[in-house]
Protein backbone atom coordinates (compact mmCIF):
# COMPACT_ATOMS: atom_id res chain seq x y z
CA UNK A 1 0.00 0.00 0.00
CA UNK A 2 1.52 3.80 -0.54
CA UNK A 3 2.06 5.19 2.38
CA UNK A 4 0.55 8.28 1.34
CA UNK A 5 -3.37 6.03 1.45
CA UNK A 6 -2.73 4.99 5.06
CA UNK A 7 -1.27 8.75 6.19
CA UNK A 8 -4.58 10.07 4.69
CA UNK A 9 -7.12 7.16 6.08
CA UNK A 10 -5.59 7.56 9.60
CA UNK A 11 -5.57 11.77 9.21
CA UNK A 12 -9.01 11.43 8.30
CA UNK A 13 -10.22 8.75 11.03
CA UNK A 14 -8.10 11.50 13.33
CA UNK A 15 -10.61 14.14 12.52
CA UNK A 16 -13.73 12.07 12.67
CA UNK A 17 -12.95 11.22 16.22
CA UNK A 18 -12.00 14.45 17.32
CA UNK A 19 -15.38 15.90 16.40
CA UNK A 20 -17.40 12.99 18.17
CA UNK A 21 -19.37 13.82 21.05
CA UNK A 22 -19.68 10.25 22.09
CA UNK A 23 -17.22 10.10 24.09
CA UNK A 24 -17.40 7.26 26.89
CA UNK A 25 -16.63 7.68 30.53
CA UNK A 26 -13.47 8.07 32.11
CA UNK A 27 -12.58 4.85 34.57
CA UNK A 28 -12.48 6.84 37.84
CA UNK A 29 -11.99 3.71 39.98
CA UNK A 30 -8.62 4.95 40.12
CA UNK A 31 -8.62 8.02 40.80
CA UNK A 32 -5.56 9.25 39.38
CA UNK A 33 -6.66 8.32 35.43
CA UNK A 34 -10.34 10.92 36.02
CA UNK A 35 -8.25 13.46 35.97
CA UNK A 36 -7.52 12.33 31.77
CA UNK A 37 -9.05 14.97 29.07
CA UNK A 38 -11.85 13.17 27.91
CA UNK A 39 -11.08 14.85 24.40
CA UNK A 40 -7.64 13.42 23.93
CA UNK A 41 -7.48 10.91 20.82
CA UNK A 42 -4.34 9.17 19.08
CA UNK A 43 -4.06 7.08 16.77
CA UNK A 44 -0.54 5.33 15.08
CA UNK A 45 -0.30 2.59 12.38
CA UNK A 46 3.34 1.38 11.49
CA UNK A 47 3.03 -0.90 8.45
CA UNK A 48 5.39 -3.63 7.60
CA UNK A 49 8.00 -1.42 6.17
CA UNK A 50 8.14 0.27 9.47
CA UNK A 51 5.83 3.66 7.68
CA UNK A 52 4.29 5.49 10.84
CA UNK A 53 1.17 6.67 10.02
CA UNK A 54 0.04 8.78 13.28
CA UNK A 55 -2.95 11.06 13.85
CA UNK A 56 -3.98 13.03 16.89
CA UNK A 57 -2.03 12.83 19.98
CA UNK A 58 0.01 9.88 18.89
CA UNK A 59 3.07 11.41 20.94
CA UNK A 60 1.06 12.14 24.34
CA UNK A 61 2.07 9.05 26.96
CA UNK A 62 -1.24 7.83 28.62
CA UNK A 63 -1.37 5.01 31.41
CA UNK A 64 -1.07 1.73 29.65
CA UNK A 65 -3.14 0.21 32.19
CA UNK A 66 -4.07 -3.64 30.90
CA UNK A 67 -1.93 -3.49 27.58
CA UNK A 68 0.86 -4.51 29.95
CA UNK A 69 -0.87 -7.82 30.16
CA UNK A 70 0.23 -8.69 27.18
CA UNK A 71 4.13 -7.96 27.07
CA UNK A 72 4.19 -9.34 30.91
CA UNK A 73 2.82 -12.64 29.10
CA UNK A 74 5.43 -12.29 26.60
CA UNK A 75 7.96 -12.29 29.46
CA UNK A 76 6.62 -15.04 31.52
CA UNK A 77 6.27 -17.47 28.46
CA UNK A 78 9.91 -16.98 27.65
CA UNK A 79 10.86 -17.59 31.59
CA UNK A 80 8.52 -20.08 32.40
CA UNK A 81 7.29 -21.76 28.50
CA UNK A 82 4.25 -23.83 29.24
CA UNK A 83 4.45 -24.09 32.75
CA UNK A 84 2.39 -20.36 32.72
CA UNK A 85 -0.87 -22.80 31.88
CA UNK A 86 -0.39 -24.64 34.33
CA UNK A 87 -1.29 -21.14 36.92
CA UNK A 88 -3.44 -19.66 34.09
CA UNK A 89 -6.36 -20.86 31.37
CA UNK A 90 -6.65 -19.69 28.26
CA UNK A 91 -9.94 -19.28 27.84
CA UNK A 92 -12.14 -15.98 27.94
CA UNK A 93 -14.33 -15.16 30.95
CA UNK A 94 -17.49 -14.24 29.80
CA UNK A 95 -17.42 -11.52 33.31
CA UNK A 96 -16.16 -8.03 33.61
CA UNK A 97 -11.78 -7.86 33.92
CA UNK A 98 -11.68 -7.58 38.09
CA UNK A 99 -14.46 -10.17 38.73
CA UNK A 100 -14.06 -12.88 41.31
CA UNK A 101 -16.57 -15.63 40.98
CA UNK A 102 -15.11 -17.85 38.63
CA UNK A 103 -12.30 -18.10 41.05
CA UNK A 104 -14.06 -20.13 43.60
CA UNK A 105 -15.38 -22.11 40.92
CA UNK A 106 -12.20 -23.04 39.10
CA UNK A 107 -10.08 -23.07 42.47
CA UNK A 108 -8.18 -20.41 42.14
CA UNK A 109 -7.71 -20.65 38.57
CA UNK A 110 -7.85 -17.11 36.75
CA UNK A 111 -9.46 -18.18 32.91
CA UNK A 112 -7.33 -16.34 31.41
CA UNK A 113 -3.67 -14.03 31.57
CA UNK A 114 -5.77 -11.03 30.64
CA UNK A 115 -8.32 -10.74 33.08
CA UNK A 116 -6.67 -9.04 36.15
CA UNK A 117 -6.67 -12.25 38.20
CA UNK A 118 -4.92 -14.09 35.39
CA UNK A 119 -2.31 -11.30 34.76
CA UNK A 120 -1.76 -11.01 38.88
CA UNK A 121 -0.84 -14.88 38.49
CA UNK A 122 1.67 -14.35 35.47
CA UNK A 123 3.00 -11.44 37.49
CA UNK A 124 3.85 -13.24 40.38
CA UNK A 125 5.63 -15.84 38.16
CA UNK A 126 7.85 -13.09 36.36
CA UNK A 127 8.70 -11.80 39.80
CA UNK A 128 9.96 -14.98 41.40
CA UNK A 129 13.43 -15.66 42.01
CA UNK A 130 13.80 -11.63 42.08
CA UNK A 131 13.19 -8.37 43.99
CA UNK A 132 10.01 -6.51 43.45
CA UNK A 133 12.41 -3.63 42.36
CA UNK A 134 14.70 -6.20 39.67
CA UNK A 135 10.90 -7.88 38.24
CA UNK A 136 9.60 -4.14 37.70
CA UNK A 137 13.02 -3.22 35.92
CA UNK A 138 13.45 -6.53 33.76
CA UNK A 139 9.20 -5.19 32.30
CA UNK A 140 9.86 -1.49 32.18
CA UNK A 141 13.41 -1.98 30.34
CA UNK A 142 11.78 -4.63 28.06
CA UNK A 143 8.77 -2.05 27.56
CA UNK A 144 11.85 0.35 26.26
CA UNK A 145 13.59 -2.23 24.18
CA UNK A 146 10.41 -2.92 22.17
CA UNK A 147 8.90 0.78 22.23
CA UNK A 148 12.44 1.62 20.67
CA UNK A 149 12.32 4.40 23.35
CA UNK A 150 14.92 5.02 26.71
CA UNK A 151 12.44 7.43 28.07
CA UNK A 152 9.25 5.13 28.67
CA UNK A 153 8.36 5.99 32.16
CA UNK A 154 6.34 4.31 35.21
CA UNK A 155 3.76 6.95 36.15
CA UNK A 156 4.39 7.07 39.81
CA UNK A 157 1.16 9.02 40.39
CA UNK A 158 -0.88 6.39 38.76
CA UNK A 159 0.87 3.39 40.25
CA UNK A 160 0.38 4.89 44.11
CA UNK A 161 -2.94 5.79 43.20
CA UNK A 162 -4.00 2.01 42.51
CA UNK A 163 -1.79 0.72 45.10
CA UNK A 164 -4.30 2.90 47.55
CA UNK A 165 -7.46 1.67 46.15
CA UNK A 166 -6.81 -1.55 44.32
CA UNK A 167 -9.33 -3.34 47.09
CA UNK A 168 -10.41 -5.54 44.83
CA UNK A 169 -6.86 -6.97 43.46
CA UNK A 170 -5.73 -7.33 46.47
CA UNK A 171 -9.07 -9.52 47.40
CA UNK A 172 -8.43 -11.53 43.59
CA UNK A 173 -4.58 -11.98 45.17
CA UNK A 174 -5.02 -12.67 48.26
CA UNK A 175 -8.23 -15.12 47.22
CA UNK A 176 -5.70 -17.08 44.70
CA UNK A 177 -2.80 -17.25 47.30
CA UNK A 178 -5.06 -19.22 49.64
CA UNK A 179 -5.07 -21.98 46.63
CA UNK A 180 -1.59 -21.90 46.36
CA UNK A 181 -1.52 -20.56 42.78
CA UNK A 182 0.71 -17.18 44.32
CA UNK A 183 4.19 -17.87 45.23
CA UNK A 184 5.36 -14.42 46.69
CA UNK A 185 3.62 -12.24 49.12
CA UNK A 186 0.42 -10.71 47.75
CA UNK A 187 2.02 -7.30 48.57
CA UNK A 188 4.77 -7.62 46.55
CA UNK A 189 3.24 -9.35 43.42
CA UNK A 190 0.41 -6.74 43.97
CA UNK A 191 3.13 -3.77 44.13
CA UNK A 192 4.54 -5.22 40.56
CA UNK A 193 0.93 -5.63 38.87
CA UNK A 194 0.03 -2.13 39.90
CA UNK A 195 3.36 -0.84 38.57
CA UNK A 196 3.68 -2.57 35.29
CA UNK A 197 -0.07 -1.13 35.00
CA UNK A 198 0.92 2.72 35.41
CA UNK A 199 3.46 2.39 32.81
CA UNK A 200 2.82 5.70 30.30
CA UNK A 201 3.10 5.46 26.75
CA UNK A 202 2.31 6.83 23.71
CA UNK A 203 0.60 5.66 20.26
CA UNK A 204 3.51 5.97 19.19
CA UNK A 205 5.61 3.81 21.09
CA UNK A 206 2.82 1.05 21.96
CA UNK A 207 2.36 0.53 17.88
CA UNK A 208 6.22 -0.05 17.81
CA UNK A 209 6.12 -2.29 21.20
CA UNK A 210 3.53 -4.18 19.24
CA UNK A 211 5.53 -5.16 16.14
CA UNK A 212 6.48 -8.46 16.69
CA UNK A 213 3.33 -9.65 17.11
CA UNK A 214 2.28 -7.97 13.74
CA UNK A 215 5.34 -9.76 12.15
CA UNK A 216 5.56 -13.61 13.18
CA UNK A 217 7.49 -12.67 16.51
CA UNK A 218 9.50 -10.70 14.88
CA UNK A 219 10.67 -6.30 14.45
CA UNK A 220 10.68 -6.19 10.60
CA UNK A 221 13.08 -3.05 10.83
CA UNK A 222 15.50 -4.19 13.92
CA UNK A 223 15.51 -7.62 13.13
CA UNK A 224 14.95 -8.46 16.90
CA UNK A 225 13.36 -12.18 17.28
CA UNK A 226 11.46 -11.42 20.01
CA UNK A 227 9.30 -14.84 20.53
CA UNK A 228 8.75 -17.52 17.94
CA UNK A 229 6.29 -17.47 15.06
CA UNK A 230 4.49 -19.82 16.99
CA UNK A 231 4.06 -17.88 20.10
CA UNK A 232 3.46 -14.31 18.43
CA UNK A 233 0.80 -16.74 16.89
CA UNK A 234 -0.79 -17.57 20.32
CA UNK A 235 -0.26 -14.93 22.00
CA UNK A 236 -2.69 -13.06 19.22
CA UNK A 237 -5.31 -15.72 19.78
CA UNK A 238 -5.54 -14.61 23.31
CA UNK A 239 -5.87 -11.04 22.20
CA UNK A 240 -8.59 -12.25 19.84
CA UNK A 241 -10.35 -14.47 22.07
CA UNK A 242 -9.91 -12.48 25.94
CA UNK A 243 -8.28 -8.48 25.18
CA UNK A 244 -11.30 -7.26 25.68
CA UNK A 245 -12.87 -9.24 28.22
CA UNK A 246 -15.94 -9.20 27.84
CA UNK A 247 -16.35 -7.08 24.82
CA UNK A 248 -13.77 -9.19 23.49
CA UNK A 249 -17.08 -10.99 20.99
CA UNK A 250 -18.28 -7.59 19.69
CA UNK A 251 -14.57 -6.11 19.33
CA UNK A 252 -13.84 -9.03 17.02
CA UNK A 253 -17.35 -9.24 15.23
CA UNK A 254 -16.53 -5.26 14.17
CA UNK A 255 -12.88 -4.83 14.41
CA UNK A 256 -12.02 -8.50 13.09
CA UNK A 257 -8.46 -7.82 14.69
CA UNK A 258 -6.43 -9.31 17.83
CA UNK A 259 -6.23 -6.17 20.26
CA UNK A 260 -6.07 -5.54 23.93
CA UNK A 261 -7.59 -2.93 25.59
CA UNK A 262 -6.45 -1.18 29.00
CA UNK A 263 -8.80 1.13 31.09
CA UNK A 264 -6.55 4.22 30.49
CA UNK A 265 -8.21 4.22 27.42
CA UNK A 266 -6.03 2.20 24.78
CA UNK A 267 -6.00 -0.38 22.67
CA UNK A 268 -2.96 -2.36 20.74
CA UNK A 269 -4.18 -4.18 17.81
CA UNK A 270 -2.26 -6.57 15.16
CA UNK A 271 -2.87 -6.99 11.66
CA UNK A 272 -1.02 -9.78 11.04
CA UNK A 273 1.48 -9.52 8.44
CA UNK A 274 0.01 -6.03 7.75
CA UNK A 275 0.63 -3.26 10.61
CA UNK A 276 0.73 -2.87 14.79
CA UNK A 277 -1.89 -0.15 15.53
CA UNK A 278 -2.33 1.44 18.98
CA UNK A 279 -5.42 3.90 19.13
CA UNK A 280 -5.66 6.35 22.58
CA UNK A 281 -9.27 7.66 23.79
CA UNK A 282 -9.58 8.08 27.55
CA UNK A 283 -13.25 7.50 27.30
CA UNK A 284 -14.60 3.36 28.00
CA UNK A 285 -17.59 1.86 27.50
CA UNK A 286 -19.45 -0.65 29.62
CA UNK A 287 -17.26 -3.49 29.43
CA UNK A 288 -14.36 -1.08 30.11
CA UNK A 289 -12.76 -0.59 26.96
CA UNK A 290 -11.88 2.61 24.88
CA UNK A 291 -15.34 3.64 23.38
CA UNK A 292 -13.58 5.24 20.81
CA UNK A 293 -10.61 3.18 20.46
CA UNK A 294 -12.91 0.62 19.40
CA UNK A 295 -14.85 2.79 16.83
CA UNK A 296 -11.93 3.99 15.14
CA UNK A 297 -10.51 0.79 14.79
CA UNK A 298 -13.58 -0.23 12.89
CA UNK A 299 -13.31 2.32 10.47
CA UNK A 300 -9.91 1.75 9.83
CA UNK A 301 -10.01 -2.01 9.24
CA UNK A 302 -13.05 -0.90 6.75
CA UNK A 303 -11.39 1.31 5.24
CA UNK A 304 -8.12 -1.25 4.31
CA UNK A 305 -10.16 -4.34 4.45
CA UNK A 306 -7.49 -5.66 7.26
CA UNK A 307 -9.86 -7.53 9.06
CA UNK A 308 -8.68 -11.17 9.42
CA UNK A 309 -12.05 -12.91 8.42
O1 LIG B 1 -6.02 -3.78 37.78
C1 LIG B 1 -6.70 -2.90 37.26
O2 LIG B 1 -7.90 -2.77 37.49
C2 LIG B 1 -6.02 -1.96 36.29
N1 LIG B 1 -4.66 -1.74 36.70
C3 LIG B 1 -6.01 -2.53 34.91
C4 LIG B 1 -7.39 -2.90 34.41
C5 LIG B 1 -7.58 -2.66 32.96
O3 LIG B 1 -6.85 -1.96 32.32
C6 LIG B 1 -8.80 -3.26 32.35
N2 LIG B 1 -8.90 -2.88 30.96
N3 LIG B 1 -9.69 -2.47 30.24
Request: glycine share 12%; hydrophobic share 40%.
Amino acid sequence: MKPDHLDNIVAEIADEMAQRTDRGEVASYIPELANVDPQRFGLVVIDADGHVAAGGDADVPFSIQSISKVFTLTLALGKAGDRVWRRVGREPSGSAFNSIVQLERERGIPRNPFINAGAIAVTDLILSGHQPREALGEILRFMQFLGGDDSIVIDEAVAASEQRTGFRNAALANYMKSFGVLDNPVEYTLGVYFHHCAIAMSCRQLAMAGRFLAHNGRNPSTGHNVVSPQRARRINALMLTCGHYDGSGEFAYRVGLPGKSGVGGGVLAVAPGKASIAVWSPGLDAAGNSHLGRIALEALTKRLGWSIF
